[in-house]
């Protein structure tokens, strides 16, 4: 293995300690970020984090997080009882070349140029996992891996929904590190140089834009040229959905005429239904506050300030 052992086990057990050492570099659940490969986070949004404009967010209290922490021994145990392998910690490890490509690996396999990662997720996940299936951004993380460690395959094992466990081997794909190194050494560079990288189009990205423009400059400004194609794309966007919308309402409609007074019916292979619902509660807050305003004043909540980008 070609890492640099940088913080032990035991020294990882101080949390504030590992993230910080974390912040200095790119971790393996940063390389899916970095790629454009995570449905949860913006490479945006880690570029802010990355250059200190922000404060990651605190995972500490996430149930999601809480027991893959907890469980993370127990998938190790399993996965050693169904392959009769042997695994054991290590710590934080820095590639030798590149000293902000870090990983923190869960387990490194004993006699093997392998590491193992062990995950946990709900049922409904469950299909990300069926046959030769891995979610895009664990095979990421598993690449990042080798890529700091020089191992020839990552082991990646999982338990689904809490009782039903699957485990995977991911090999090295030299191609694919070679794409992951370009990526994550350009990223840095922007951290370093505290470049913005280029806007997604993510509801993260537009949350991490926000966040880092909050606004309050009121004198109207002259944008550049290419925002006239943009807007003029936005705007032929929007009629191309609202035709879109109007031709799906139309044949729900036709089928809506078929099915009658039926509430079930059959195509083929479709199965469409038409059921009576019942009415959603709403709660009548104009008359709340003109007829009880402390009780309207004692329950309401006001969210947190937005910005609307409007056209017009």
Known sequence: ????????????????????????????????VVVGLNRWKSSFQLWMEKVGQVEPEDLSENEYVYWGTVLEEVVAKRFCELTDKKVQRRGLLQHEDYPFILASVDRMVVGENAGLECKTCNGFAGKEWEDDNLPDSYYVQCQHYMLVTGCEKWYIAVLIGGNHFVWKTVDRNEEDIKLLLDAEIKFWDMVQSKTMPSVDSTDNCSKALASHFSGGMTEPVSLPSDAVSIIENIKNLEDAKKETENSITYRKN???????????????????????????????????????????????KVGNPTRVLRIS
């Open 254 to 300: 036709q089928l809506r005429e078929m099915m009658g007074d039926n509430e079930i019916g059959y195509a083929s292979d479709y199965k469409v239904s038409w059921k009576t619902q019942n009415g959603r509660t709403t709660l009548d807050s104009k008359n709340l506050k003109k007829n009880y305003p402390d009780i309207y004043a004692q329950y309401s």
């Open 1 to 32: 293995m070609n890492a640099k052992l940088i913080m032990t086990v035991a020294e990882m057990q101080d949390r504030d300690k590992w993230l910080q050492s974390r912040m200095a570099g790119i971790g393996g659940s940063d390389a899916a």
